[in-house]
């Protein structure tokens, strides 16, 4: 094989592997949200955005006291840990009620799952 066509394959077999493991990647952490985006999004609708607002950035309702809403587009919830999100929406906040007794666990994870599209 002559150089150039040597380089050609390494360099085609290098590209796929970087390609492989990013789709990898995202497949992994799709599955480990287990959760469906859709219907994240109608519990979302339903029950967060009031106080995080339409689109998470949390611009919804103002209290007088207390924290403001989490902003759940900011580069910070995308670091929190799936666990960490999790207790939070099961079990409040200061300003934030535990949903714990109107969302299941699925419904739960769901929400989490569409919170994971937010984030920036």
Same mark, same amino acid.
């Given at each position: ?22 789709? %990898? ?16 999004? %109608? ?78």
């Amino acid at each position: 094989m002559n150089k150039s066509l040597r380089f050609i394959v390494l360099l085609l077999l290098f590209t796929g592997s970087i390609l492989l493991a990013s789709v %990898t990647q995202a497949d992994a952490e799709s599955k480990a949200h287990g959760g469906d985006v859709a219907r994240g999004k %109608t519990l979302f609708a339903r029950y967060c955005t009031g106080c995080h607002g339409p689109d998470g950035g949390g611009d919804g309702y103002r209290f007088a006291r207390g924290p403001d809403a989490a902003n759940l587009t900011s580069p910070s919830i995308k670091k929190k840990s799936d666990a960490v999100l999790l207790k939070t929406i099961h079990e409040g906040k200061p300003n934030m009620p535990p949903w714990n007794t109107r969302l299941s666990e699925k419904e739960s994870r769901d929400v989490l799952t569409y919170v994971r599209t937010l984030a920036k």
